[in-house]
């Protein structure tokens, strides 16, 4: 996660969804900004970097409705070293108490800001009653406070708490968000890498920055000074040719073949979540052109498997998508549909 944090966008214009970026630009501007903001969304869009621009913008000794990034304010909040920018996380700060201690503290002046901005993180973990606890302080802020509560689970944060806030949603990244993200990278690593390499890794992103600057990274590792292709790209993601070993391994019910290419293709940086949705897609074209409905390229060897066995697969596959969330180790949902796939009609592995 190197490139990801080395690259957070740094002020308003560096981050890369294009709606955060016209209603930060819009509120921003305004004369009094609102005492509360709520972000919401997945993981890895960018929500702390888009907090701590904010923080940045309402404490700039230039006061441009946009960060210097060369004032002692900037530079401490980009440092996270600013006294008076305070970023908890409420995933293990949950409790009344934290609360009360926050809304002591927040009644003292800031030591050299115009605000404190107060930053929390995964806000949804707290308890009901340090909810009702930062209520009060929502319902009566000081002047110079700032809260900027984030979120992944918007509908675990009471409306009470949300109506007060100023809402902005951050939504899974397009192709083009994605790519404009990437290019900044890319530029300032000096990294040679084709268009289609370039399109691939968004595809592969799942909508997310983090995910997107992750692939890339691990292909700058893979491939070292050596221009990064498409192919390259789709070997490291696990789809190229040696994709077709698994669907033939499954076809055998060899479980011990298929999970090793599995665990071959993690090593290689396969991404669990993409592949599986890739796979989804493979045997859902194969499984409607078997009903004669004809869509998208039928992968050959996946043509191997009947009716029966395609709803199989796509069930268990379906299965263990929906469990990766919660997997302690991302590629076991993977390997116990394999597992299961396999030992049905009692075929040894
Ligand atoms: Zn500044």
């Known amino acids: 996660m190197v490139f990801y944090r080395k690259y957070r966008p740094q002020k308003i214009s560096e981050l890369d969804s294009e709606p955060v970026r016209v209603s930060l630009a819009n509120i921003l501007s305004a004369k009094e900004?609102?005492?509360a903001l709520l972000f919401t969304g997945p993981k890895g869009l960018g929500k702390t970097s888009a907090a701590r621009i904010v923080a940045k913008i309402v404490n700039c000794s230039a006061k441009q409705n946009k960060p210097c990034n060369k004032c002692g304010q900037c530079v401490s909040i980009t440092n996270g070293t600013n006294l008076d920018i305070l970023e908890i996380d409420a995933a293990?700060?949950?409790g009344i108490e934290e609360i009360r201690d926050l809304r002591e503290k927040i009644k003292l002046a800031p030591s050299a800001a115009r605000k404190k901005v107060y930053i929390i993180d995964e806000v949804h973990m707290l308890t009901p009653e340090a909810f009702n606890a930062l209520l009060k302080t929502l319902e009566e802020p000081p002047s110079h406070a700032m809260f900027i509560l984030c979120t992944t689970e918007v509908h675990k944060v009471p409306k009470t708490i949300a109506s007060r806030c100023f809402h902005i949603v951050f939504k899974n990244a397009t192709g083009q968000e994605l790519e404009r993200s990437l290019k900044r990278i890319i530029s300032m690593?000096?990294?040679?890498?084709?268009?289609?390499?370039?399109?691939?890794i968004a595809k592969n992103a799942d909508g997310s920055f983090r995910d997107g600057a992750k692939i890339l990274e691990q292909a700058v590792l893979a491939v070292g000074r050596k221009k990064i292709t498409g192919e390259r790209i789709l070997a490291?993601?696990?789809s190229s040719k040696n994709g077709l070993e698994i669907f033939e391994a499954l076809k055998e019910k060899n479980a011990g073949r298929a999970l090793n290419w599995l665990n071959e293709a993690v090593a290689g940086g396969l991404n669990i979540k993409s592949w599986l949705e890739e796979t989804l897609a493979v045997l859902h074209t194969v499984l409607l052109f078997k009903y004669d409905i004809k869509e998208g390229e039928v992968n050959d060897e996946v043509l191997q498997f009947t009716q029966e066995e395609l709803k199989k697969l796509i069930m268990l596959f379906s299965k263990a998508h929906q469990e990766l969330r919660l997997a302690v180790i991302a590629q076991l949902p993977v390997e116990l549909a394999i597992i299961e796939y396999c030992m049905e009609e009692g075929v040894p592995a």
């Open 33 to 35: 900004p609102p005492h």
């Open 92 to 94: 293990s700060n949950r």
């Open 236 to 238: 490291l993601l696990g």
């Open 189 to 200: 690593e000096k990294i040679n890498m084709d268009q289609e390499a370039l399109a691939i």
